[in-house]
């Protein structure tokens, strides 16, 4: 995205929603790594409205309908990245610098589909799929090995990240459960 583009997007967003301060959208469209991905035509990447959280990323998040994919994530975290939004489907985005997952996609009701992530620095996870009541099977499998690839140490649990009951009884029947057990997690 050019300098240009950034700008009027950043004053677009400001103008609309003033609780905002420029800074801030700026901040939190690098989370999702715009730069240099977007085209003049934004309405192929926004829904157009904002939730009612002050949290950047997820204020942001909610806006967007489509995250491209190969993004790099430049920071370490993802807290509440993509919270409350109405995102179906995460993209396969490079989160090797990500060490802090927590409330990552909590709420996220229409999330299905989640590839795995790199998930190597990461040492907290809490909460992060809590309430993402229509993930996959796939998904469910993804998340499994994102939990045994990652750097967590202590409260190494389905429930710990957020997964329903019903979803943890679901994770026992998949391909990834019994290496998730070997690597020192469980399903309560």
Known sequence: MSNELTNKLEIAIAEKYARLIPQNIKNGVKIFGVTGAYTPDLSEYFNGTIGEGTDTASSVAKMIKTIPANTTVPGDSLIRAFQYSGIETIPLIDTKYVE??????????SLKDIPVLNTERVYVMANAFQNCGNLTDESLNNIMQMCINSSITSNKTLSNIGLSSTQRTKCTTLSNYQAFLNAGWSAS
């Not at 927590?102 to 009701?109: F, I, K, L, T, V």
């Open 100 to 109: 802090i997952m927590s409330y990552m996609c909590r709420g996220c009701g």
